[in-house]
């Protein structure tokens, strides 16, 4: 029926996986790379990014511009820098090399943290939401 792949990627790559030179790229198909270089199927992109799967689909499908929040998200939970996302320019990740001096409690706790189960997770994330809430 159609000799034409429905997505091209217009891009070369320059010197690693996460450089890339942008050739006339939108946002949608910015996204569809960063989910090439992870090996991330939609489901585990979306639940990565902690982005509703719906709405990173519709990100990617429909070429709809990701959400300040959204935006937010894709910076803090998965290191794309949001310049390269919205303009191409720079390069795909951020290089963050600030480091936190941790205290054993807060590893300890942090350590339990990642241990938890999502659903345990969004729980603690809830009471501790409450609890801050409280102190103002």
């Not at 990627?9 to 960063?34: A, C, F, G, P, W």
């Not at 959204?70 to 390269?84: T, Y």
């Not at 963050?96 to 943290?113: G, R, V």
């Not at 345990?120 to 801050?132: E, V």
């Amino acid at each position: 029926m159609y000799n034409f792949p429905i997505y091209v990627y217009k891009y070369t790559q320059i010197n690693t996986k996460s450089q890339y030179k942008d050739t006339q790229m939108n946002t949608s198909e910015r996204l569809k790379q960063v989910m090439e270089v992870k090996g991330f199927n939609l489901k585990t992109f979306s639940e990565q990014a902690d982005i509703p799967y719906r709405t990173l689909q519709n990100y990617i499908l429909t070429n709809r511009e990701p959400s300040a929040e959204s935006l937010a998200k894709l910076h803090s939970q998965l290191g794309i820098n949001l310049n390269w996302l919205m303009s191409g320019n720079g390069e795909m990740f951020t290089n963050n090399t600030e480091t936190i001096d941790l205290t054993q409690l807060e590893k300890e706790l942090l350590a339990s943290y990642q241990s938890c189960d999502n659903s345990t997770q969004r729980k603690i994330n809830l009471a501790i939401s409450a609890i801050a809430q409280d102190k103002e």
